[in-house]
C-alpha cells in the first residue's frame, strides 16, 4: 500500500499556485528547442496502453516518464536524485501532461524542490495532434488493471486469442502464494525449470513435462509475475525458448496487483494436462551456452555479450553469491546495468517497480556501445537478472536477443575460461538506484 506523503510535500501541496494551464496544439505549435515534456502518469500508459476511456495509448515523443503516485512512496531526500536520473533539468521550462490531480501533486513538488516555470496539460493524450510512441510490444508487459478485467471475464484489448494461464513463480514451497495469490494463479517453483550444478534450465524432455502439467500448450496465453519478478521473467525466457508464442509479464510483479487493491484467494489451484503440440525447443535462439557466449566475445563490434550484474560484481569486489566464489566478469563483457546487489535490480525498475523507460535504457546501453542492430546476450550469476533485462529488450522490440544461461557461475567455474578484474579507466558508471 503506498506510504503517506511526507509533511514537506504535504505542505508544498498546500500553498501550490493555481496550475498554469495549456494544450497539447500549444505545445506542438511552440518550436522553442529549451522544452522539457514530463508525462506524468502511469508507466503502462507511457509504454502503449491506453488509458480508460482512450482508444490509444502511447507517449510524446521525447518526453520523460515520471509518474506523480511515486512521489508517496520515495524518501524525501531521495525525490531530487529521482527525478534528476530520468533526465529532469530543473532550470528548464517545464510541461506536464496528465490528469489534474496527479499534475497538481507534481507540480508542487518541483515548486518546494525550486522549479517554478512550469505548465500543465491535462487533456487525454489520445488528443495530442501527432504520432505518439510506444515500446514495440508493449502488450506483452501487462498492467494489474487489464489482468484484473481478463480474470473478470471483461472484454480487453490484445486479449489472449486460445485461453490463458496466470502463473505466479519462485523459489521453493509455494508459502506465499497459499496465504495468498492472484486469483486462478497456478504455481511454478524455479526448481522445477532450473538444473544443478550451474542451474541452468531443465532438458527439453522436462521442460515438456512441466509445461503439459500446467496445462500450457504451445498456443496457451501465458501471463507470469512474482514476489521477485526476476523469477517470473526467468520462467519467460524458458517459455518462450520451448515455443510458448505469448509470454507476457506482469508490469510490476505481485506488488502492482497489491497496490491496486485487486483481490487475492489463498489455497492451491490446478489444472487439467494438455499437450504442448510442438517440438521443444522452437525457438532454441533465446538461450545460448557458453561455446555461444565464446562467438560472440570474438565480435564486439556487431555482438554484445552484457553483464546484468552489480558494478561492484562486474570490476570483481564481490562475486555476488554465498555459493559463488570466483570474482570478476567475463572478459570483454559489457556492463549493461543492474542494481546495488544481486538481487535488486533497481536500474531498470521505476519506484513501483515497473518497467522504466525505454529511453533510460537506451542511453545507459548507447555508452557501452550495447545497440539494437547487434546480437544481444544477457548475462548475471545464474539466470533470473538476465531474463528480465531480456524481456525488456523483447517488448522494447529488440530482435536478436538471448540469455546466457550459465552466466558468471558457469563461466567461472572453468579456470580456462578469461576473466577480468578492476575498474575500468573512463568507465560510463551511472546509475539510479537512490531509493
Known sequence: MKTLLNAAFCTAIAFTPKLSAATFDQLVADKQPDRQIIDCRSSNYYNGWPEAGQHKGGHIPGAINFDSDWLSTLRPQVVRSELESRGIDFKQRTTLYCSTTKAAALKSQLNALGKYDVEVITQPVEQYPDKLAALENYQQLVPASWLHQLIEGQSVSHAPAKGFKVVEVAWGPPAKYLASHIPTALYLNTNNIESEPWWNHVDNDQLGELLR????????????????????????????????????????????????????????????????????????????????????????????????????????????????????????????????????????????????????????WKDWNIHKNQNVSFYCGTGWRASEVFFYAHVMGWKHISVFDGGWFEWSGDPANPVEHGEIPNAPISTHHTR
Open 213 to 364: 502439467e500446467l496445462g500450457i500448450s504451445h498456443d496457451t496465453t501465458v501471463i507470469l509475475y512474482g514476489r521477485d519478478n526476476t523469477a517470473a521473467a526467468r520462467a519467460a525466457n524458458i517459455m518462450m525458448y520451448a515455443g510458448v508464442e505469448d509470454v507476457r509479464l506482469l508490469n510490476g510483479g505481485w506488488k502492482s496487483w497489491i497496490n491496486a487493491g485487486y483481490p487475492t484467494q489463498a489455497l492451491l489451484n490446478s489444472t487439467e494436462p494438455v499437450d504442448f503440440g510442438r517440438p521443444i525447443p522452437a525457438h532454441p535462439e533465446y538461450i545460448i551456452d557458453i561455446q555461444g557466449a565464446k562467438e560472440i566475445l570474438a565480435d564486439q563490434d556487431n555482438q554484445s555479450l552484457v553483464s546484468i550484474r552489480s558494478w561492484a560484481e562486474y570490476i570483481g569486489e564481490t562475486s555476488g553469491y554465498k555459493y559463488i566464489d570466483p570474482k570478476g566478469r567475463i572478459s570483454g563483457s559489457k556492463w549493461g546495468h543492474a542494481g546495488s546487489d544481486a538481487y535488486s535490480l533497481e536500474d531498470f525498475r521505476n519506484p513501483d517497480d515497473t518497467m522504466i523507460s525505454e529511453d533510460l535504457i537506451t542511453k545507459f
